[in-house]
């Protein structure tokens, strides 16, 4: 119906409920929907939603709605996700990590795990370039009270940790193996499942012990 480049143009409009209805049409119509996804990418929407989320000064009601664009555009569409790189969708992401607004970094944080778990080499290639963990690292060191927070992280820092070992510094590893006593002691198995605990306490172990024979 030539309806995206309509769709698109809203988003540049100077009305904050306008820009956020059109972020939200457009995450509604591509989810889970390739021919969606298709188009969408065609007409520069990837390049138009990472934009917005580039904005320090976007409202975040409407950057949450863009990561929920963003997320249908590139889950599960391999050109997506190629183009979101080239357009430096794992830097934006990163640069979200900054915020104090919990739910941009909730889903944030969620979308990284999805595209770990969607195409985990090249995913865990990108990230360690970009330095992902060490944020991470950060993050569990200041919300590790806010449970939900803490579990995203734990289960990226994990699924990080199954496909990349040399994205964390020696002092981030030890970083790391002191907080997770605490989060463990507070939050067990609400957070992660006792073989989740096991694998990734072995793994930030053997990072350890990486640096000392190296």
Request: glycine share 4%.
């Amino acid at each position: 119906m030539g309806l995206w480049p309509k769709i698109l143009s809203f988003i540049s409009f100077s009305e904050t409920s306008l820009r956020k209805h059109a972020v939200w049409v457009c995450g509604t119509a591509i989810q889970n929907n390739v021919r969606a996804q298709k188009a969408f990418a065609e007409k520069g929407g990837i390049k138009v939603i990472l934009d917005l989320l580039k904005n320090p000064n976007e409202d975040n009601e409407i950057k949450s709605k863009a990561l929920y664009a963003i997320s249908g555009a590139i889950k599960h569409y391999p050109p997506g996700l190629e183009q979101f790189d080239q357009e430096k969708g794992y830097e934006t992401l990163l640069s979200l990590l900054q915020t104090s607004n919990l739910t941009i970094l909730r889903k944030s944080i969620f979308l990284f795990n999805t595209l770990l778990l969607q195409d985990p080499i090249k995913v865990a290639t990108r990230i360690e370039e970009k330095g992902l963990s060490r944020q991470l690292v950060k993050l569990l060191e200041t919300y590790g009270d806010d449970e939900d927070l803490a579990d995203k992280i734990l289960r990226t820092l994990l699924a990080e940790f199954q496909y990349s070992s040399k994205s964390l510094s020696e002092d981030e590893i030890n970083e790391l193996r002191r907080i997770l006593p605490e989060i463990k002691n507070k939050y067990g198995e609400v957070a992660l499942s006792k073989p989740e605990w096991e694998e990734l306490e072995t793994r930030v172990k053997s990072n350890q012990e990486a640096f000392h024979i190296s």
